[in-house]
């Protein structure tokens, strides 16, 4: 079997070849192609990252929010059983999804109350370390 190469003479080296010719200037070049001048090269792109602003963070809060909105309606479209609340004098049925996300938001209040609380005592010991 005869393998490309034997029957190609640009792939076989030849004693008698030429060199190459040399290359063509710009101006013809550039005719030839149809193409404007290359002109400078490109600036290397810099290694470093780019800081966050206070703009990225709300960009990724919006994200993050529509995120949380969109899990929100599944649950509450998953979730529409009602069942009976007893708390305190108050009595009544409402759907499973309204129940768990009042005690949802409740927590939350609970949670930011503590987190208050500790904000305003480290608030304090700074202004006494002045």
């Known amino acids: 079997m005869a393998y490309p190469s034997d029957h190609d003479p640009l792939l076989v080296p030849d004693a008698n070849r030429k060199p190459d010719a040399p290359p063509l200037p710009d101006e013809l070049a550039q ?25 990225s963070a709300v960009w990724f809060g919006v994200w993050a929010g529509v995120a949380a909105l969109i899990l929100l309606i599944i649950f509450v479209a998953q979730n529409t059983g009602r069942m009976q609340i007893s708390f305190l004098w108050m009595d009544g049925r409402i759907p499973i999804a309204l129940a768990l996300l009042i005690a949802g938001v409740a927590g939350a209040v609970i949670a930011m109350a503590v987190a208050s609380v500790r904000i305003i005592q480290l608030r304090k010991l700074v202004r006494r370390g002045r």
């Open 31 to 55: 005719t030839l192609a149809g193409l404007e001048p290359a002109g400078e090269a490109p600036p290397v792109r810099s290694t470093q990252r780019v800081p966050r602003t206070r703009t």
